[in-house]
């Protein structure tokens, strides 16, 4: 297996996690959670309002990637 496929193997398979990795993106998911919940009453409606929700959206997605892949260091 070259390293490219080694690298998309990582990036694109499914990763069976864990109790303890299950754990840890439960806890990550909660507080982001909450942040986005806070977020949506302190902020008005409107495009800032939205990107701001997107962009913890994302930021949640690439926390659970780091979690899931951080035993998988080449």
């Known amino acids: 297996m070259t390293e490219i496929d080694k690298r998309i193997d990582k990036r694109f398979d499914y ?5 303890e990795t ?18 949506d009453a302190l902020l008005a409606d409107g495009r ?10 994302e930021t949640m997605m690439w926390a659970n990637a780091a979690i899931v892949r951080e035993g998988q260091r080449s």
Do not use: F, Y
């Not at 800032?48 to 959206?57: C, D, I, V, W």
């Open 15 to 19: 990763h069976t996690l864990d109790a």
């Open 22 to 39: 299950r754990k840890r993106r439960v806890r990550m998911g909660k507080k982001i959670k909450t942040l986005a919940a806070e977020l």
């Open 48 to 57: 800032e309002k939205k990107q701001a929700l997107l962009h913890l959206e």
